[in-house]
């Protein structure tokens, strides 16, 4: 199975994809989107779409991992982050990928063992996870690479138990 992460940003959209063929997870690409500040907001929104949509062109993933982004007391952030989710999910959905959302605990839970673990930790767990020489870099990739792990030893577990 093959998976894109995606950790939903204004200023910065990482982007993870991963697969595992039931015994081992390999690494495929991983980044970021940055967008400048001053940049219009419906144009930062484009440039996510454009890019999740070569990404899915080119890599052909079968599912897509978002992070529930809900958990945030500012209401202006959380609005923000709503809509870079909904052009996420126009992106899946135009491609015919199903989406599934993974709260910041079943992610942290899912890759390092628990829930209230540090980004640092997160980091060291997915370059293990990964067999990666160096530690994935920026913070909303590695992320994103955390959110496709969880997805994909969230599956695999579901097989197993016939969830």
Known sequence: ???L???CGSLS???GIVENDGRQH???TYGAIRMAAREEFSRRLLKIHDTLQKLIEEYHPHEVAVEDQFY???FKSVLKLGQVKGVVLLA???AGLPVTEYSPLE???AVTGYGRAEKGQVQVMVKTLLGMSEFPQPHDA???LAIALCHLNTAATRRKTGG
Do not use: C, E, H, P
Request: zero cysteines; charged letters at 25%.
């Open 1 to 3: 199975m093959r998976v």
């Open 5 to 7: 992460g995606v950790d």
């Open 13 to 15: 959209t990482g982007y």
């Open 26 to 28: 390999r690494l495929l």
């Open 72 to 74: 945030f007391t500012n």
């Open 92 to 94: 899946a959905a135009r």
């Open 107 to 109: 992610i942290k839970s």
């Open 142 to 144: 590695a992320d994103a």
